[in-house]
T-cell receptor
Framework: NAGVTQTPKFQVLKTGQSMTLQCAQD?????MSWYRQDPGMGLRLIHY???????DQGEVPNGYNVSRSTTEDFPLRLLSAAPSQTSVYFC?????????????FGPGTRLTVT | GQQLNQSPQSMFIQEGEDVSMNCTSS?????WLWYKQDPGEGPVLLIA?????ELTSNGRLTAQFGITRKDSFLNISASIPSDVGIYFC?????????????FGQGTTLQVKP
């Protein structure tokens, strides 16, 4: 199993540009989520999904969109990038039920917005 | 709102020493998790705790779920260079079983060979 994969690994955007961060998992996990990590801070939840067709907002959703058309994929869209969105983005997945908090993380996408 | 506070923020120790770190909250948690993040990588789950007072080991790591349910502790015995990284505590955000996690700010561990 590849686990949780994320692409790209690094990205530089100009203010106002849009892009999609890709996340995929091959563990048949129903639950998937996106976090951002800023220096000196823990991870903060952006959006999450408990299955295909179902998404919900986390702690810091503004400026980001998600959709979940398949169990495997959970892309994160930045509609109009801002310097405040410079961060490292992590995707995570887990099974539903008692193990929902035992989440597997991808390697991250390092995004810089100039 | 919910917040997790970790201490210390950073530690610089000699190889072979034992390490202790903790995580506290102003609200009660029913689950505590400890993750480790290696430089340039995503976090990896070390230990999950589900019951107040529970003590769980994973190799040289031991974690405890505090009796008050407002704190948790992680100990590493006989540290080695590969223990270097950031250690995060985490707990459920909100009251229902949504999978939403809240993280502490992390404890950065450096080990001198």
């Amino acid at each position: 199993n590849a686990g949780v994969t994320q692409t790209p690994k690094f990205q530089v955007l100009k203010t106002g540009q849009s892009m999609t961060l890709q996340c995929a998992q091959d563990m048949n996990h129903e639950y998937m989520s996106w976090y951002r990590q800023d220096p000196g801070m823990g991870l903060r939840l952006i959006h999450y999904s408990v299955g295909a067709g179902i998404t919900d907002q986390g702690e810091v959703p503004n400026g980001y969109n998600v959709s979940r058309s398949t169990t495997e994929d959970f892309p994160l869209r930045l509609l109009s990038a801002a310097p405040s969105q410079t961060s490292v983005y992590f995707c995570a997945s887990s099974l539903l039920g008692t193990g929902i908090y035992e989440q597997y993380f991808g390697p991250g996408t390092r995004l810089t917005v100039t | 709102g919910q917040q997790l506070n970790q201490s210390p923020q950073s530690m610089f120790i000699q190889e072979g020493e034992d390490v202790s770190m903790n995580c506290t909250s102003s609200s009660i948690f029913n689950t505590w998790l400890w993750y480790k993040q290696d430089p340039g990588e995503g976090p990896v789950l070390l230990i999950a705790l589900y019951k107040a007072g529970e003590l769980t080991s994973n190799g040289r790591l031991t974690a405890q779920f505090g009796i008050t349910r407002k704190d948790s502790f992680l100990n590493i015995s006989a540290s080695i260079p590969s223990d270097v990284g950031i250690y995060f505590c985490a707990g459920p955000h909100g009251s229902s079983n949504t999978g939403k996690l809240i993280f502490g700010q992390g404890t950065t561990l450096q080990v001198k060979p």
